[in-house]
């Protein structure tokens, strides 16, 4: 006894070795088989569908008719046979025919069949026993004797007798199943190592409803004993049916079909493996990659694919090839079954749509709702898939294993598959549709529930650093959907079924957080710049709370113009390498891995609409003032005072040169370098007309134009946001390369022309931005008077083309009428001193100084007063609050802050960038793009709709074009001291 368990010790011993050796000498591709069906299978050679290989058969033997099975030669005879192995023995010349059964040999009275049989004349009942069962030495009819060496009994119609089913034999030596021997599922069954009482249940944990199922009463202990004592092909994959159909789970339960079959696993460990595969033991079907957790990683990321997938040139290869073993539910295998032709989809399709799932980089998605009905009537019993990859190459035929990840699989009681990939346990075998397992009573009776597969995804996942387009094996996910019946009319249940793919994320998102870090850094101190820059504009030495608050707002601009280069940066990089490659080595993320981009693009936006109304208050708050130089002129005629004496009156100054000038800009505070209309139709005639949204589509695919019949996937929102982004960004700035090249300089340029407006008028104009900062544009005519008839005005500017007169500069001999002004603190009181009545005025009643009540009255006195100071303070009549002229240092313009503080005098910088527009809309055009590109993109993201998110934008400019234009209005009224009826 010791030397046999030591011999089998050390035949154990030499099987791991050789596996060791095998599995070095293929690179460990440990899960590669031989592709063979059963038309590759030569004469003598039956098909094994336990291995799912060709296997030579006996002497004396050949295939059967099926090719599932070996039978004996013509003219021999079983011997024996235990139902997974026969003997077959010649018949003797005397009596050369072999019985119907096999099992013997006779004396025909006839000739011979092909077969070896004996042939009757038609109309005659061939009787090889005798009644008592006893061979015959030529046919006749005779009554059927149970006892050996006949063991006969009638056959179902009762015209011939023929023997008993061969575990009768050979477990009770009778066709009667004596004690203690076991009569299960029509087979006489020894005494096993197996549970006498099996557990037929069949757990629909999500419904907590455990089915005494009738299939497993009938068949669990006899498939599990049929497999273990005779070991019986058939009914060893029935039994891994059963424990598919129980969700492939774990338990102390040893009784139920996974125990079972988990039992014969290790008892068989003798028998060795399959294909090479040390999860396939001999004779069982492969269910599991092993039972230990941690395995799942070294399983799916270990060996990649032997194929490169490339998407364009003369090695293109998007071809998935998936191929599956189908068995039913009695475990007889059926048939070799392409899965590409919809065996795993329960959406009804088309064929060309369902095909679209099986090519590489095109993420598949469909869903239905699923008629209960329909179901029960199309699937009565379950189908079994054993899926594999198909490397056929040539005549090397090679099968790659595709693991199945069962999210129903419990682990006693833990949903290990729904945790971490370490903990899970990986399987083969699935099914679609189970209406069998739920019947309670009988097998014609309506089952109590069934089980769905409601959502199936095949998941690739690149190999990380790939050129070649490598992709480990794919993974077939599987969660079962249990469904309690009650109105089989009207219930319906949810189905989908997926193919995704996904690459490592962990260097993109490692290389987006180091711009992030750099890039927020450097708009922190950028930040900071401004605002220290704000308060020497200010002049406030003080840092409070407003500092804070303003260095936030600051900072809330900046951080938002991060966020939207890398979120843009990042879009087109995918784009652009996602949709130009050609061998695979990206993947677009998956929607759940593009969470942290739609929060950098909310993020952005948020920011983004901050800094907008920030600068939208600003503008809206501004301090405006328009100087009018025009002097009176003394009457032509005369008039006759009391005493007789002759006199002049002067002409009273026109007040419409000022109204025209405030009208005209209160005209230019709305407009843009861009079309809004113009921006939204052309947008969209390139996303919807052009086809340019098809470029966002989750395929490897850059054509703009698809078939109505084809299969559309999903979209990439990390692809539509890049898309509808860099269309809004390159239309906008094509519009502001065109109005400032060519519409500005040969049709009309309203900011210049502004400028001439306010030369022509005699009017200059004051604007004050900050406390101590603020725009000049001088418009002092150089003629002196500008409220002339159409003669002279023709001649002043007829005299001024011909440089007959002084130029228009604040500076004599310059032409610089636009200026940035930094005034210093004394000028900016003295200016708040003279508006501080019309403050008091708005304020409330018991401040208002009843001598000056009459508005009318007090806003003219305002205006004459603050327009002979500001006029005198140009003309350098204040020494105490006299200015300065000179040009920004380079520094200073790069940085945005003067570096000299206007202590004792005011500073006037040339400026001939006309930066006044800062404070219009025409200024801060790249804040209002940004702003509407985010904005687009936001309502686009939200509503997958560009059409949408268009007219949603359009409405949105309009509608802050309208606040901007009411409120700038009433603002310029308030500072200038220009009637609002008179802005039109």
Same mark, same amino acid.
């Given at each position: 006894m010791a030397t046999e368990t030591l011999n089998t010790d050390i035949r154990r011993l030499t099987v791991m070795i050789f596996i060791l050796i095998k599995c070095n000498s293929l690179s460990c591709q440990q899960f590669i088989i031989s592709f063979q069906t059963v038309s590759d299978c030569v004469v003598g050679h039956f098909y094994d569908v336990s291995s799912l290989s060709c296997v030579q058969c006996g002497e004396d033997q050949r295939a059967s008719a099926t090719g599932l099975a070996c039978v004996c030669l013509p003219g021999h005879r079983v011997h024996k046979s235990n139902g997974a192995s026969l003997t077959c023995q010649r018949c003797p010349p005397e009596k050369p025919a072999v019985t119907e059964d096999g099992f013997g040999c006779i004396r025909c009275p006839g000739g011979l069949s092909e077969e070896g049989t004996c042939l009757c004349p038609q109309g005659t009942v061939r009787v090889e026993r005798d009644l008592q069962g006893n061979p015959l030495d030529e046919a006749r009819c005779e009554a059927c004797n149970g006892d050996g060496p006949a063991f006969s009994l009638p056959n179902n119609n009762g015209d011939s007798c023929e023997r008993c089913q061969a575990s009768f034999?050979?477990?009770?030596?009778?066709? %009667?199943?004596?004690?203690?021997?076991?009569?299960?599922?029509?087979?006489?069954?020894?005494?096993?190592?197996?549970?006498?009482? %099996?557990?037929?249940?069949?757990?629909?944990?999500?419904?907590?409803?455990?089915? +005494?199922?009738?299939?497993?009463?009938?068949?669990?202990?006899?498939?599990?004993?049929?497999?273990?004592?005779?070991?019986?092909?058939?009914?060893?994959?029935?039994?891994?049916?059963?424990?598919?159909?129980?969700? $492939?789970?774990?338990?102390?339960?040893?009784?139920?079909?996974?125990?079972?079959?988990?039992?014969?696993?290790?008892s068989m460990a003798a028998l060795g493996t399959t294909q090479d595969i040390s999860y396939w033991r001999t004779n069982l079907p492969w269910l599991y990659y092993g039972d230990q957790p941690g395995l799942a990683g070294r399983v799916l990321q270990t060996d990649p694919l032997p194929i490169e997938f490339s998407f364009k040139g003369s090695k293109k290869n998007t071809d998935i090839k998936l191929i599956s073993a189908v068995y039913d539910v009695r475990g007889e295998f059926l048939r070799w079954e392409n899965v590409s032709g919809g065996s795993l989809q329960l959406c009804p399709d088309t064929a060309l749509r369902q095909r679209a799932a099986y090519t590489f980089g095109t993420a598949y998605q469909e869903s239905c709702d699923m008629s209960v009905s329909e179901l029960l009537r199309t699937y009565p019993e379950p189908l079994f898939y054993d899926v594999f990859v198909d490397l056929s190459q040539g005549e090397a035929r090679k099968l790659l294993a595709v693991p199945s990840l069962v999210l129903n699989q419990q682990y006693n009681g833990r949903y290990v598959n729904q945790e971490n990939v370490k903990n899970w346990y990986l399987s083969r075998r699935v099914f679609v549709v189970d209406t069998l397992s739920g019947r309670e009573k009988s097998m014609s009776s309506k089952p109590k529930a069934i089980r769905v597969a409601a959502d199936i995804k095949l998941r690739f996942q690149l190999v990380p650093g790939t050129?070649?387009?490598?992709?480990?094996p794919p993974l077939l996910s599987v969660s079962y959907k249990d469904v309690f019946l009650t109105d089989l009319a009207t219930q319906t249940v949810r189905v989908s079924f997926a193919v995704e793919y996904e690459m490592d994320q962990n260097e993109a998102r490692k290389r987006t957080d180091i711009a992030?870090? %750099?890039?927020?850094?450097?708009?922190?101190l950028y930040s900071l710049l401004k605002t220290v820059s704000w308060k020497r504009r200010i002049s406030s030495p003080l840092v409070d709370m407003e500092t804070l608050l303003k260095f936030l707002l600051f900072y809330a601009g900046d951080l938002a113009n991060v966020f939207f280069c890398i979120t843009v940066g990042t879009g087109l990089y995918w784009l652009i390498f996602s949709k130009a490659q050609q061998f695979v080595s990206v993947l677009l993320p998956l929607p759940a891995q593009e969470e942290r981009m739609v929060t950098y693009i909310g993020c952005a936006f948020a920011l983004k609409a901050i800094q907008f109304l920030h600068k939208l208050i600003l503008q809206l708050s501004v301090d405006i003032f328009l100087i009018d130089w025009e002097r009176p002129r003394s009457k032509a005629g005369r008039t006759v005072n009391a005493s007789g004496e002759a006199k002049r009156d002067p002409s009273p100054v026109s007040?419409?040169?000022?109204?025209?000038?405030?009208?005209?800009?209160?005209?230019?505070?709305?407009?843009?370098?861009?079309s809004p209309t113009f921006q939204?139709?052309?947008?969209?005639?390139?996303?919807?007309?052009?086809?340019?949204?098809?470029?966002?589509?989750?395929?490897?695919?850059?054509?703009?134009?698809?078939?109505?019949?084809?299969?559309?996937?999903?979209?990439?929102?990390?692809?539509?946001?890049?898309?509808?982004?860099?269309?809004?960004?390159?239309?906008?700035?094509? +519009?502001? %390369?065109?109005?400032?090249?060519? $519409?500005?300089?040969?049709?009309?340029?309203?900011?210049?022309?502004?400028?001439?407006?306010?030369?022509?008028?005699?009017?200059?104009?004051?604007?004050?931005? $900050?406390q101590c900062f603020g725009y000049y544009i001088h418009g002092r005519s150089v003629h002196g008077h500008a409220d002339t008839n159409m003669e002279e005005m023709n001649t002043n500017l007829k005299r001024e083309a011909e440089s007959l007169c002084g130029q228009r500069g604040l500076l004599p001999n310059t032409d610089t009428q636009t200026f940035q002004v930094s005034i210093s603190?004394?000028?900016?009181?003295?200016?708040?001193?003279?508006?501080?009545?019309?403050?008091?005025?708005?304020?409330?009643?018991?401040?208002?100084?009843?001598?000056?009540?009459?508005?009318?009255? +007090?806003?003219?006195?305002?205006?004459?007063?603050?327009?002979?100071?500001?006029?005198?303070?140009?003309? $350098?009549?204040?020494?105490?609050?006299?200015?300065?002229?000179?040009?920004?240092?380079?520094?200073?313009?790069?940085?945005?802050?003067?570096?000299?503080?206007?202590?004792?005098?005011?500073?006037?910088?040339?400026?001939?960038s006309h930066s006044f527009s800062d404070v219009l809309f025409y200024g801060n055009e790249a804040t209002l793009l940004i702003f509407?590109?985010?904005?687009?993109?936001?309502?686009?993201?939200?509503? +997958?709709?560009?059409?949408?998110?268009?007219?949603?934008t359009y409405v949105q400019q309009m509608i802050f074009r309208w606040i901007r234009g009411v409120l700038g209005r009433r603002n310029l009224a308030n500072k200038t001291l220009v009637d609002e009826r008179f802005l039109i």
């Open positions: 034999v050979n477990t009770s030596n009778s066709c %009667v199943c004596t004690p203690p021997n076991v009569l299960a599922g029509g087979l006489c069954l020894p005494p096993n190592n197996l549970p006498s009482n %099996v557990n037929s249940n069949v757990n629909f944990a999500e419904l907590a409803l455990p089915v +005494q199922s009738v299939w497993f009463l009938k068949n669990l202990y006899s498939s599990s004993s049929a497999c273990l004592v005779f070991t019986n092909l058939t009914a060893c994959q029935a039994l891994g049916n059963m424990c598919v159909m129980n969700m $492939h789970s774990f338990s102390s339960v040893t009784n139920d079909a996974c125990g079972l079959f988990n039992l014969i696993f290790r050129q070649k387009g490598q992709a480990f992030l870090g %750099v890039m927020g850094g450097m708009a922190v007040i419409w040169r000022t109204y025209f000038v405030a009208n005209e800009w209160n005209e230019i505070q709305t407009i843009r370098k861009i939204v139709i052309a947008v969209l005639f390139f996303l919807e007309v052009l086809g340019f949204s098809n470029l966002a589509l989750r395929d490897p695919w850059s054509t703009l134009d698809r078939p109505p019949q084809a299969y559309k996937p999903p979209y990439s929102l990390t692809l539509r946001y890049a898309l509808a982004s860099t269309l809004w960004l390159c239309i906008g700035l094509l +519009q502001v %390369v065109f109005f400032t090249v060519f $519409h500005e300089r040969f049709v009309e340029d309203k900011i210049r022309q502004f400028v001439d407006l306010c030369s022509i008028s005699n009017v200059s104009m004051l604007v004050l931005s $900050h603190t004394r000028l900016r009181q003295q200016y708040d001193r003279i508006r501080e009545p019309l403050g008091r005025r708005n304020g409330p009643s018991r401040l208002v100084d009843a001598s000056s009540a009459n508005p009318f009255e +007090q806003s003219t006195r305002a205006y004459n007063t603050m327009n002979r100071f500001l006029g005198s303070v140009i003309d $350098h009549a204040h020494r105490d609050m006299d200015y300065i002229v000179k040009d920004k240092l380079f520094l200073e313009r790069v940085i945005g802050m003067e570096l000299l503080e206007p202590n004792e005098k005011s500073i006037f910088y040339n400026d001939e509407d590109t985010l904005f687009f993109c936001v309502v686009d993201l939200g509503s +997958q709709s560009f059409v949408l998110a268009a007219v949603l």
